[in-house]
């Protein structure tokens, strides 16, 4: 590479010594961590991860991650392409559950008044104003542990999971732990993603969560996805997790038999009442980190901000953009924080040469290869980096 001389060159070189060029690839090979080389040269997803892999991946010098991942992310997908998601609070309040997070669970004094579920008409109303919007999926949280003896509430979802569908929109539901009978008959309503987050580490789940486990909420993703509704779990960062935490949500999630095709990243919201009320938000460095090593480790998953989004920077957002997201949350509400709102988005991806993801755009992912591809004699992310100098 060659690079204008600058005047004062001659007297840095007697201050300091000979000058030093670009890196070559062969030193920028030796900082790149050998799985991160065969990961990014892939071409379908792997779900044979270790966790020291992931970590390998995870704690990769930040420039070199983000760029692994755009590679990656330009791989599997259209990097201009976001996809807009709308979330409905259809059921407030009165959760049984203790997550620490939560401003809906009843044992935290958060001043949030419970509610009935709301009528399906006013549903159907609220997902017909998110598609004028621009909106292409639509997602309906309930706040409460589990499905057992809600029949008259599972017709009602139902029904709107149906009318959601005839007006060309994918729906996502949460609504805590469901069984074998349930998952199969959102199916048959044309159910297109349930949502299960894992929320972090098994290891540091209990300092969140005690009401209910771990392999609980991984006994309900199995449920989903033998029904055939595609998955949709992630987490949330800043509980007080480390980083190590963040990647053993990251290797669970990597490793389950299919990749979910939703992984949403929240950052946690602060909500006072709640036993994490006054936590701060967490550095946006490993925000930046969890989505970069989420597309790498699965990388035809789509990558969604979630909440906190609200809480960054547009030049933050967009740096997760670059790094391989590629969905957010828009709209009115996420369930009882604030979000983003369309007009918002709407300016931001003109001004930065992004548009509405269509729904139902993606192709289906590759099936999971159990083996990975040998690095080759020269890495290719070493090459490029070394390149871009």
Same mark, same amino acid.
């Given at each position: 590479?060659? &690079?204008?001389?600058?005047?004062?060159?001659?007297?840095?070189?007697?201050?300091?010594?000979?000058?030093?060029?670009?890196?070559?690839?062969?030193?920028?090979?030796?900082?790149?961590? %050998?799985?991160?080389?065969?990961?990014?040269?892939?071409?379908?997803?792997?779900?044979?991860?270790?966790?020291?892999?992931?970590?390998?991946?995870?704690?990769?010098?930040?420039?070199?991650?983000?760029?692994?991942?755009?590679?990656?992310?330009?791989?599997?997908?259209?990097?201009?392409?976001?996809?807009?998601?709308?979330? *409905?609070?259809? @059921?407030?309040?009165?959760?049984? /559950?203790?997550?620490?997070?939560?401003?809906?669970?009843?044992?935290?004094?958060?001043?949030?008044?419970?509610?009935?579920?709301?009528?399906?008409?006013?549903?159907?109303? @609220?997902?017909?104003?998110?598609?004028?919007?621009?909106?292409?999926?639509?997602? *309906?949280?309930?706040?409460?542990?589990? *499905?057992?003896?809600?029949?008259?509430?599972?017709?009602?979802?139902?029904?709107?999971? %149906?009318? #959601?569908?005839?007006?060309?929109?994918?729906?996502?539901?949460?609504?805590?732990?469901?069984?074998?009978?349930?998952?199969?008959?959102?199916?048959?309503?044309?159910?297109?993603?349930?949502?299960?987050?894992?929320?972090?580490?098994?290891?540091?789940?209990?300092?969140?969560?005690?009401?209910?486990?771990?392999?609980?909420?991984?006994?309900?993703?199995?449920? $989903?996805?033998?029904?055939?509704?595609? $998955?949709?779990?992630?987490?949330?960062?800043?509980?007080?997790?480390?980083?190590?935490?963040? $990647?053993?949500?990251?290797?669970?999630?990597?490793?389950?038999? @299919?990749?979910?095709?939703?992984?949403?990243?929240?950052?946690?919201?602060?909500?006072?009442?709640?036993?994490?009320?006054?936590?701060?938000?967490?550095? &946006?460095?490993?925000?930046?980190?969890?989505?970069?090593?989420?597309? #790498?480790?699965?990388?035809?998953?789509?990558?969604?901000?979630?909440?906190?989004?609200?809480?960054?920077?547009? /030049?933050?957002?967009?740096?997760?953009?670059?790094?391989?997201?590629?969905?957010?949350?828009?709209?009115?509400?996420?369930?009882?924080?604030?979000?983003?709102?369309?007009?918002?988005?709407?300016?931001?991806?003109?001004?930065?040469?992004?548009?509405?993801?269509?729904?139902?755009?993606?192709?289906?992912?590759?099936?999971?290869?159990?083996?990975?591809?040998?690095?080759?004699?020269? %890495?290719? $992310?070493?090459?490029?980096?070394?390149?871009?100098?």
């Amino acid at each position: 590479m060659s &690079f204008p001389i600058p005047r004062s060159l001659p007297r840095l070189v007697r201050s300091y010594g000979t000058v030093q060029g670009p890196p070559s690839a062969a030193s920028i090979a030796g900082r790149v961590p %050998s799985v991160l080389v065969e990961a990014t040269n892939s071409t379908a997803p792997r779900i044979t991860w270790t966790r020291e892999e992931v970590s390998q991946i995870y704690n990769t010098p930040l420039n070199q991650l983000t760029y692994a991942s755009a590679a990656v992310h330009r791989r599997f997908h259209d990097p201009s392409a976001i996809q807009m998601c709308t979330l *409905m609070n259809i @059921k407030t309040g009165g959760c049984s /559950e203790d997550c620490s997070y939560c401003a809906q669970s009843s044992r935290h004094q958060t001043g949030l008044k419970a509610t009935k579920m709301s009528p399906v008409d006013d549903v159907l109303e @609220k997902a017909r104003i998110a598609k004028a919007n621009g909106s292409t999926r639509f997602c *309906m949280g309930a706040a409460w542990r589990d *499905m057992r003896g809600r029949k008259t509430s599972l017709k009602n979802v139902k029904q709107m999971v %149906s009318g #959601i569908r005839d007006m060309g929109m994918e729906v996502c539901v949460t609504l805590g732990m469901i069984d074998q009978h349930q998952a199969k008959e959102l199916k048959e309503a044309g159910l297109t993603a349930y949502n299960h987050n894992l929320d972090t580490s098994r290891e540091f789940y209990p300092n969140v969560i005690t009401t209910r486990s771990y392999d609980e909420r991984l006994r309900t993703l199995d449920y $989903v996805r033998d029904a055939g509704i595609n $998955v949709c779990s992630g987490g949330i960062l800043g509980l007080g997790e480390s980083d190590e935490d963040r $990647v053993g949500l990251l290797h669970t999630v990597s490793s389950l038999p @299919k990749h979910p095709e939703s992984f949403p990243v929240n950052a946690l919201v602060p909500i006072p009442g709640t036993p994490l009320g006054n936590r701060k938000m967490v550095p &946006f460095d490993r925000l930046l980190r969890t989505v970069a090593t989420a597309r #790498i480790v699965m990388p035809a998953t789509i990558v969604r901000l979630a909440a906190g989004r609200i809480a960054l920077t547009e /030049e933050q957002q967009v740096a997760c953009f670059n790094a391989g997201a590629n969905a957010v949350f828009t709209g009115e509400k996420m369930l009882t924080t604030d979000c983003n709102g369309w007009g918002e988005d709407r300016v931001m991806f003109e001004r930065w040469g992004y548009y509405p993801m269509k729904s139902f755009e993606r192709p289906e992912p590759k099936q999971a290869v159990e083996t990975t591809v040998p690095p080759p004699a020269e %890495s290719e $992310v070493a090459a490029q980096v070394a390149a871009s100098s």
